[in-house]
T-cell receptor, first 111, second 116 residues
Framework: KQEVTQIPAALSVPEGENLVLNCSFT??????LQWFRQDPGKGLTSLLL?????REQTSGRLNASLDKSSGRSTLYIAASQPGDSATYLC??????????FGKGTKLSVKP | DAGVTQSPTHLIKTRGQQVTLRCSPI?????VSWYQQVLGQGPQFIFQ???????GRGNFPDRFSARQFPNYSSELNVNALLLGDSALYLC???????????????FGAGTRLSVL
């Protein structure tokens, strides 16, 4: 059974810092991995998708990497801003076309 | 273009009642998935529908059912509500179903269900 773990559960950083969020999964047979952002009480916003054949994807200040063999992905956020404060969720593509999520990392960026 | 729309935004029900949640996918998307998110947890997969057929089912009891209509919108039904069904119910749409690697799932804002 696929399990997705995100570390840390919560992170607080001062504005301007670069930071890394971690995601690990137990079964390397995934077809893709998505990073999402969720604001309190809201739905999910897709940030980046990495296909199983890819190693990384970039969008603006965000960079996500994927290492299937070790079961790890990282989300790098450069020059963090208070508006980046949210919960970040990692999800891997499962065998039914579903997404299997971690519990998320709650990020707080202090001005 | 409109994103994924869900209705209603909030619902309050009592134990034993039944509820229907609705979802309209992004125009052109043929697959709809449903997820349940309990406070403090990541979303859990309930169903996936593609071309009006069920393509996947998560580990939820038979009280949960869903269907997809010819216009690709979808309904999630939950019977005999329990206190533990209180959650944010999220709908996601994608161009196709299955395990296509470039298949991005786009989520709606969710329906907040409270069972008293």
């Amino acid at each position: 059974k696929q399990e997705v773990t995100q570390i840390p559960a919560a992170l607080s950083v001062p504005e301007g810092e670069n930071l890394v969020l971690n995601c690990s999964f137990t079964d390397s047979a995934i077809y893709n991995l998505q990073w999402f952002r969720q604001d309190p009480g809201k739905g999910l916003t897709s940030l980046l998708l990495i296909q199983s054949s890819q190693r990384e994807q970039t969008s603006g200040r965000l960079n996500a990497s994927l290492d299937k063999s070790s079961g790890r992905s990282t989300l790098y956020i450069a020059a963090s801003q208070p508006g980046d404060s949210a919960t970040y969720l990692c999800a891997v593509g499962g065998s039914q076309g579903n997404l299997i999520f971690g519990k998320g990392t709650k990020l707080s960026v202090k001005p | 273009d409109a994103g994924v729309t869900q209705s209603p935004t909030h619902l309050i029900k009592t134990r034993g009642q039944q509820v229907t949640l609705r979802c309209s996918p992004i125009s052109g998307h043929k697959s709809v998935s449903w997820y349940q998110q309990v406070l403090g947890q990541g979303p859990q997969f309930i169903f996936q529908y593609y071309e009006k057929e069920e393509r996947g089912r998560g580990n939820f009891p038979d009280r949960f059912s869903a269907r997809q209509f010819p216009n690709y919108s979808s309904e999630l039904n939950v019977n005999a509500l329990l206190l533990g069904d209180s959650a944010l119910y999220l709908c996601a749409s994608s161009l196709s179903g299955g395990t296509l690697a470039k298949n991005i799932q786009y989520f709606g804002a969710g329906t907040r269900l409270s069972v008293l």
